[in-house]
């Protein structure tokens, strides 16, 4: 006959194990967890990685010929691929400073190099600055040199997106006139006017649009597309052709 005080141990020898294996399966629970997650965002981002790859503004398009790598679309256009995607994860990264930066855990040997494009799943996130070996630095687009020559939808007007200092959340456009019809929550993406960036990247939103008096141009704030204090995986772009943009730019004169 077992006594109350066997009882009263061996509860008490069953409480005692539950608190040791209990935290010890969760934990592996946890691991567990953190390693299916980590392959699920990992396959959903190689299915990006195809998607953005496919892109019509990954290609150039012609109606003829000309180009003899060729690859047609549904309509029998030539296409020429411009641009090739890759993306990193990151490792370090600042919103609240003056000058931001993000590093990523990728640099030459993955193929990284300076001025490569930088975006985040909601859109435009800066540009390339240093590459070392395993590791590259970017310009976030939360720093005072970056300047993205952005569209203004749906008039197409041309201008410049620069961060307002201020907050994490928010930039200024500038360079659009007052005569230009703008309402807010209208979209800014990327002109493409540019060796780095394709056409057409969300870069924000309108916030909110002022006319200034002493001033022809409107003020425009913007909600940026990306939410830098969430993102921790990027996408990176090369222009295929960049060397040979370069090459005809260096030629130009009063540049």
């Not at 190689?46 to 496919?54: M, R, W």
């Not at 007052?178 to 394709?198: A, E, K, L, R």
């Not at 141009?217 to 990176?236: C, D, E, G, H, M």
Request: charged fraction near 20%; glycine fraction near 4%; proline fraction near 2%.
């Amino acid at each position: 006959m077992i006594s109350k005080s066997m009882k009263y141990t061996s509860f008490a020898l069953d409480r005692f194990c539950q608190t040791i294996v209990s935290p010890i399966n969760e934990a592996w629970y946890n691991v567990i967890r953190h390693f299916s997650l980590k392959a699920e965002n990992e396959q959903l981002v190689q299915q990006n990685i195809t998607l953005l790859n496919e892109r019509d503004n990954a290609f150039t398009f012609k109606d003829d010929s000309v180009y003899t790598a060729v690859e047609c679309d549904s309509n029998q256009r030539v296409k020429m691929r411009l641009y090739d995607y890759s993306y990193a994860n990151i490792v370090y990264k600042t919103t609240d400073k003056t000058h931001n930066y993000i590093i990523i855990d990728k640099g030459r040997a993955d193929g990284i190099t300076t001025d490569m494009a930088v975006l985040s799943a909601g859109g435009v996130c800066g540009v390339v600055n240093e590459v070392t070996e395993h590791f590259a630095s970017i310009i976030s687009l939360l720093h005072p040199d970056a300047r993205i020559s952005a569209k203004l939808l749906p008039s197409n007007q041309i201008g410049t997106v620069l961060w307002d200092g201020i907050s994490a959340k928010y930039a200024q456009l500038y360079d659009i006139p007052q005569h230009v019809p703008v309402s807010v929550g209208d979209s800014i993406v990327t002109s493409g006017f540019s060796n780095i960036f394709p056409k057409d990247i969300l870069v924000g939103v309108v916030e909110n649009v002022h006319e200034t008096g002493h001033s022809s141009f409107l003020t425009i704030k913007v909600r940026l597309a990306t939410n830098f204090n969430n993102v921790n995986t990027v996408y990176l772009i090369r222009n295929i052709y960049t060397s040979e943009m370069d090459e005809l730019k260096s030629n130009f004169k009063d540049e």
